[in-house]
T-cell receptor
Framework: ELKVEQNPLFLSMQEGKNYTIYCNYSTTSDRLYWYRQDPGKSLESLFVLLSNGAVKQEGRLMASLDTKARLSTLHITAAVHDLSATYFCAVDSMDSNYQLIWGAGTKLIIKP | EPEVTQTPSHQVTQMGQEVILRCVPISNHLYFYWYRQILGQKVEFLVS????????KSEIFDDQFSVERPDGSNFTLKIRSTKLEDSAMYFC?????????FGSGTRLTVV
């Protein structure tokens, strides 16, 4: 059974600092996704990672994938208040008929 | 940019009533999904739909739930007899290639 674990679940940090969110998954997956969710809003796609060693960056966010360790990271560089949100990782695979299996989410609060 | 459209955005219903949540997926997408998110919790898969039939469903998707694509564009989720624990945000999504596109969600409140 494919399971996804994220940590930390809650993160409060100061603007300007760097931090990393971790996402572990239990079995082979085809694709790994990172999403952002603002309170009461929908799920905004940030990154999709397809292969071992994949790295994608958008602004202050950078995501990477290590399929051997079954680990993805979302790194925040020089955080700003606007990045405050809940971040989810999710994986899918052909074995699961491409249903997304989700992590619990990391609630990120960035203080001025 | 193409969007997945969901209606209504918020629905309040009495326990035991039937509700229909509506979605218009992106027209050239082939795979459609319903997910739900209980307030403050993680997103859970309900059902996937391909080629006009269910391809996968979760344990949550019991006999109270059904999906249809009645007219080739709309994709509906029906809950026959709502329970208090059905209160959640329901998201529709469609898939093309590597990209899932999510609708803005329907907040269902069962009272």
């Amino acid at each position: 059974e494919l399971k996804v674990e994220q940590n930390p679940l809650f993160l409060s940090m100061q603007e300007g600092k760097n931090y990393t969110i971790y996402c572990n998954y239990s079995t082979t997956s085809d694709r790994l996704y990172w999403y952002r969710q603002d309170p009461g809003k929908s799920l905004e796609s940030l990154f999709v990672l397809l292969s071992n060693g994949a790295v994608k960056q958008e602004g202050r966010l950078m995501a990477s994938l290590d399929t051997k360790a079954r680990l993805s990271t979302l790194h925040i560089t020089a955080a700003v208040h606007d990045l405050s949100a809940t971040y989810f990782c999710a994986v899918d695979s052909m074995d699961s008929n491409y249903q997304l299996i989700w992590g619990a989410g990391t609630k990120l609060i960035i203080k001025p | 940019e193409p969007e997945v459209t969901q209606t209504p955005s918020h629905q309040v219903t009495q326990m035991g009533q039937e509700v229909i949540l509506r979605c218009v997926p992106i027209s050239n997408h082939l795979y459609f999904y319903w997910y739900r998110q209980i307030l403050g919790q993680k997103v859970e898969f309900l059902v996937s739909f391909y080629n006009n039939e269910i391809s996968e469903k979760s344990e949550i998707f019991d006999d109270q739930f059904s999906v249809e694509r009645p007219d080739g564009s709309n994709f509906t989720l029906k809950i026959r007899s709502t329970k208090l624990e059905d209160s959640a945000m329901y998201f529709c999504a469609s898939l093309q290639g590597h990209g899932y596109t999510f609708g803005s969600g329907t907040r269902l409140t069962v009272v």
